[in-house]
T-cell receptor, first 113, second 115 residues
Framework: DVKVTQSSRYLVKRTGEKVFLECVQD?????MFWYRQDPGLGLRLIYF???????EKGDIPEGYSVSREKKERFSLILESASTNQTSMYLC????????????FGDGTRLSIL | KQEVTQIPAALSVPEGENLVLNCSFT??????LQWFRQDPGKGLTSLLL?????REQTSGRLNASLDKSSGRSTLYIAASQPGDSATYLC??????????????FGTGTLLAVQP
């Protein structure tokens, strides 16, 4: 069965800290995605990757960066956390670039104080 | 710019009822439409994917239809159960840059099935 694992369910950090969110998939999927989900705004794409070491900006990349050194792992980095980055962060993966369902992890609820 | 809308935002029905959730999108240039389920505090679970050339997909008590020309999709849930209570999201897959596609999500319908 498909499995996408996010390292933390809940995380509390302080403004200015560098924050790492980790995501691992065990399906040998090519594509991986990071979204944030906010009430009234829905899911918004932050970054995605279609291959190892390849990354593309999504709709709201400001304040974030990503790393994909291995196929199974995709990390989201908040360079200097701010309170407006408090949100639910969701990682997803898919087998290919087109017409493939995305499989999601359980999410990380991040609070920046 | 593609926009995805789901109406109603919330719905409460008694157990056993058949129900329909609605999704509309503004641009018919889509690759597919996907329906997801999200339980409170959890990630999304993929329910159905309808490719742009298809009219409907079925899985158990769920049936999703797609009318690309009118920009509409419906998710039909037969004989609803309390365990169906969740937020249901639809998303359309569209071209994004040169290398891949992306999903654009609606904000969801919160469904409560009363026992």
């Amino acid at each position: 069965d498909v499995k996408v694992t996010q390292s933390s369910r809940y995380l509390v950090k302080r403004t200015g800290e560098k924050v790492f969110l980790e995501c691992v998939q065990d399906m040998d999927h090519e594509n991986m995605f990071w979204y944030r989900q906010d009430p009234g705004l829905g899911l918004r794409l932050i970054y995605f990757s279609y291959d190892v070491k390849m990354k593309e900006k999504g709709d709201i990349p400001e304040g974030y960066s990503v790393s994909r050194e291995k196929k199974e792992r995709f990390s989201l980095i908040l360079e200097s956390a701010s309170t407006n980055q408090t949100s639910m962060y969701l990682c997803a993966s898919s087998l290919g670039a087109y017409n493939q369902p995305q499989h999601f992890g359980d999410g990380t609820r991040l609070s920046i104080l | 710019k593609q926009e995805v809308t789901q109406i109603p935002a919330a719905l409460s029905v008694p157990e056993g009822e058949n129900l329909v959730l609605n999704c509309s999108f503004t641009d018919s240039a889509i690759y597919n439409l996907q329906w997801f389920r999200q339980d409170p505090g959890k990630g999304l679970t993929s329910l159905l994917l309808i490719q742009s050339s298809q009219r409907e997909q079925t899985s158990g008590r769920l049936n999703a239809s797609l009318d690309k020309s009118s920009g509409r999709s419906t998710l039909y849930i037969a004989a609803s159960q309390p365990g169906d209570s969740a937020t249901y999201l639809c998303a359309v897959e569209v071209r994004y840059g040169g290398a891949t596609n992306k999903l654009i999500f609606g904000t969801g319908t919160l469904l409560a099935v009363q026992p």
